[in-house]
C-alpha cells in the first residue's frame, strides 16, 4: 500500500507489457453447462490441480496461478473447486489426456490443468486445458504469453475462459475496482482515492489523504477515473489518468458539484451542480468544454447514469416528495418515473448488458441493494442490511458489488450476484465505500 501513485505507475508500466496468445480454443459441445440463470445454484464441482512447471520456480509458478484461479471461480458462487486432498492424478501433462476415471471417481465435473514454462529472456508461457469429465473431451486450449510479473493476470485471463466456456456468459475477473478507502476513529476518518484488482490484490492509494474523495467512476477505457474531491474551500469534479497519474480539474462552477459518471463513449461527464439551493444535472463534453443542463426542477436530481448505448439517463430526484428513480434522454427531454414501491430509492446504474438498473433502496432503518427493468417493472431486492449502498456493477452484469455497514463497524465492500444468490464479503479487508468497477482490461 506504499509508494503513493508511483507504485501504481510502474503495476501499469508493466500491464502495458502483458501478451496474449489464444490458440486452439475447442468446444465439445455446444450450450451452457453452469445455468447462472435459475435461482439457486448447485456449484459445479471442478478440479484444478497444480499446474506443472518444468523447474522449481515454474511449479512455484504454476502453484501461485492455480489458486488464483480456485479462488476467483469459488467466489463467483457457480463453481466448487476440489481440495487438493482429492487430486488423485498428479504432475498432469497438457498433452496427455487425463485419467477421466481416476476424476470421475472424485465426482469432479470439470478439470483444468495446465503448463508452465518460461523463455530465454524470462517471459513465462502458460498452456492451459479445460475438459469435461464425464464426456472426456476437451472444452477450451488457451496458451497465455507475458512477463513473469504479471502472473496474476495469466490467472485472471484463465479463469476468465473456463467462466465463459461453462457459463456462457463474460468473465469479469480480469478486472479492477477503484473505491474510497477509509481510516481512522469514526469522525476523523482519512479517505483516499484507491485501487486494487477485482480479487482485492494489489491495492494502492491514488490520493494522498488531504482531502475527502466520492464517487470514483472509471470510464470505458479504463485509463481513466472521475471522482469529486471535497476540501474546505471547494468541490470540484476531477479527471485522474491512471497510466500518467495526470489531475486534471473537470472545469470550474459556481456552486457545489458531485455525483459524476461517464457517458459509455467516455467523451462526456454527467454531474450534479448545486446551487442557489437547488441542484441538477448536468452534462459537459471533454473535447468541446460545452456545459448542457438537463434538468430544471426544485428539487434534488442527482445520481445520473447512461444506459449502456448512451441514449438515456437513470437519476434519482425528490420531486415526488422523497427519493426516487426517474429516467430521460441523453439531451434531457422526456422525464419520468421509473420507482413507485415503498421507501427511499437512490444510487441507480445501469447494468451494461443494458436489462437491468441497480440501486439503493431505503425502507424504515433497513437498506437493500435492488434492481428492476428499465421501465421500472420487475424489482427484485437481493440483499437487506444495516446500511447497504452504492451498488457497482461487474462489466458482465452478473455481479454486483456495494458497501456494508454494521451497527457501530466499519464499511466493507460486499458482492452478490444478480439472481441475489452467493452474498459475501470482497478480498479487500479494510475499511472501504463507493466502489466502482473496470471494464474488462486489455
Known amino acids: 500500500m506504499n509508494g503513493f501513485v508511483r507504485f501504481h505507475r510502474s503495476c501499469l508500466i508493466l500491464l502495458a507489457t502483458l501478451a496474449i496468445a489464444v490458440t486452439g480454443a475447442q468446444t465439445a459441445f455446444a450450450g451452457v453447462d453452469v445455468d447462472i440463470n435459475q435461482g439457486n445454484v448447485q456449484p459445479a464441482p471442478i478440479a484444478i490441480p497444480p499446474f506443472r512447471g518444468v523447474d522449481a520456480k515454474t511449479q512455484a509458478l504454476g502453484d501461485d496461478i492455480v489458486q488464483v484461479i480456485a479462488g476467483n471461480l469459488e467466489r463467483s458462487g457457480y463453481f466448487r473447486p476440489l481440495a487438493p486432498a482429492a487430486m488423485v492424478?498428479?504432475?498432469?501433462?497438457?498433452?496427455?489426456?487425463?485419467?477421466?476415471?481416476?476424476?470421475?471417481?472424485?465426482?469432479?465435473?470439470?478439470?483444468?490443468?495446465?503448463?508452465?514454462?518460461?523463455?530465454?529472456?524470462?517471459?513465462?508461457?502458460?498452456?492451459?486445458?479445460?475438459?469435461?469429465?464425464?464426456?472426456?473431451?476437451?472444452?477450451?486450449?488457451?496458451q497465455f504469453t507475458a512477463t513473469a510479473d504479471n502472473w496474476r493476470r495469466i490467472a485472471h485471463k484463465i479463469s476468465d475462459a473456463v467462466y465463459k466456456q461453462l457459463t456462457g456468459e463474460d468473465g469479469y475477473f480480469d478486472t479492477r475496482i477503484v473505491f474510497v478507502a477509509e481510516s481512522g476513529a469514526r469522525g476523523k476518518r482519512i479517505s483516499r482515492l484507491a485501487i486494487m484488482d477485482q480479487d482485492g490484490a494489489n491495492p494502492s492509494y491514488l490520493s494522498d489523504g488531504g482531502y475527502i474523495v466520492m464517487t470514483p467512476r472509471f470510464s470505458t477505457n479504463t485509463q481513466e477515473i472521475t471522482y469529486t474531491a471535497l476540501r474546505p474551500d471547494s468541490a470540484r469534479i476531477y479527471l485522474f489518468n491512471i497510466e500518467t497519474a495526470r489531475h486534471e480539474v473537470l472545469g470550474q462552477a459556481a456552486g457545489m458539484v458531485f455525483a459524476p459518471r461517464f457517458s459509455p463513449d467516455g467523451q462526456k461527464v454527467a454531474f450534479s451542480l448545486s446551487r442557489n439551493g437547488n441542484t441538477d444535472i448536468f452534462v459537459k463534453d471533454l473535447r468541446s468544454g460545452a456545459q448542457t443542463r438537463l434538468t430544471d426542477d426544485p428539487a434534488i436530481d442527482t445520481s445520473p447514469s447512461y444506459s449502456p448505448d448512451g441514449s438515456k439517463i437513470v437519476f434519482n430526484s425528490d420531486r415526488g416528495g422523497s427519493p426516487q428513480l426517474y429516467v430521460m434522454n441523453a439531451d434531457g427531454s422526456s422525464q419520468k418515473r421509473l420507482s413507485y414501491g415503498a421507501g427511499r430509492y437512490t444510487t441507480p446504474v445501469w447494468s451494461p448488458r443494458g436489462d437491468l438498473i441497480a440501486f439503493t433502496k431505503q425502507e424504515g432503518s433497513i437498506f437493500h441493494i435492488g434492481v428492476m427493468k428499465p421501465d421500472g417493472t420487475g424489482e427484485r431486492l437481493l440483499t437487506s442490511s444495516y446500511l447497504d449502498e452504492g451498488p457497482t456493477w461487474a462489466p458482465n452484469g452478473r455481479v454486483l458489488m456495494f458497501s456494508r455497514e454494521t451497527r457501530g463497524g466499519a464499511p466493507k465492500l460486499w458482492m452478490v450476484n444478480v439472481n441475489g444468490q452467493n452474498e459475501r464479503p470482497s478480498p479487500y479487508p479494510g475499511s472501504a465505500t463507493d466502489p466502482a468497477w473496470s471494464p474488462l482490461l486489455k
Open 89 to 142: 492424478e498428479k504432475n498432469l501433462d497438457v498433452n496427455v489426456l487425463p485419467r477421466f476415471a481416476d476424476w470421475k471417481s472424485v465426482n469432479a465435473q470439470y478439470l483444468v490443468n495446465g503448463q508452465v514454462s518460461q523463455d530465454a529472456d524470462g517471459r513465462l508461457q502458460v498452456d492451459v486445458r479445460l475438459w469435461s469429465v464425464f464426456n472426456e473431451q476437451q472444452l477450451v486450449g488457451v
